[in-house]
């Protein structure tokens, strides 16, 4: 089996920055493609940005364009989405997820096999 675990969430003013990490363990493919997804209170999960296995390729959503960066370190099994000039508007329950044995980068939640537990990113205003 699989397990993500995420941490870096908190509590912070708009403007401020966070790093969210990703940690893979246990039974790994020789390609995934990992995603980061964030579900705010009464809102549907949606989509925020995702990579490849070797890194080359990845999307945002256009919400998170420009300020968040997804990268990933496949020696630490561990992914990173970078939060830059965080709004109020971000605020959610962020998730990591792996889309197992894929090399093609995906935007539905249905798509990814594993999903971590979730951190809460609050930004006040």
């Known amino acids: 089996q699989v397990q993500l675990v995420e941490s870096g969430g908190g509590s912070v003013q708009a403007g401020a920055s966070l790093r969210l990490s990703c940690a893979v363990s246990?039974?790994?493919?020789?390609?995934?493609?990992m995603g980061w997804f964030r579900q705010a209170p009464g809102k549907e999960r949606e989509f925020v940005a995702a990579i490849t296995w070797s890194g080359s390729v990845s999307d945002y959503a256009d919400s998170v364009l420009g300020r968040f960066t997804i990268s990933r370190d496949n020696a630490k099994k561990t992914v990173y989405l970078q939060m830059n000039s965080l709004k109020p508007e971000d605020t959610a329950v962020y998730y990591c997820a792996g889309d197992w044995g894929s090399f093609r980068i995906k935007v539905l939640s249905r798509d990814y096999d594993f999903w971590g537990q979730g951190t809460q990113v609050t930004v006040s205003s």
């Open positions: 246990g039974r790994t493919a020789s390609t995934y493609v």
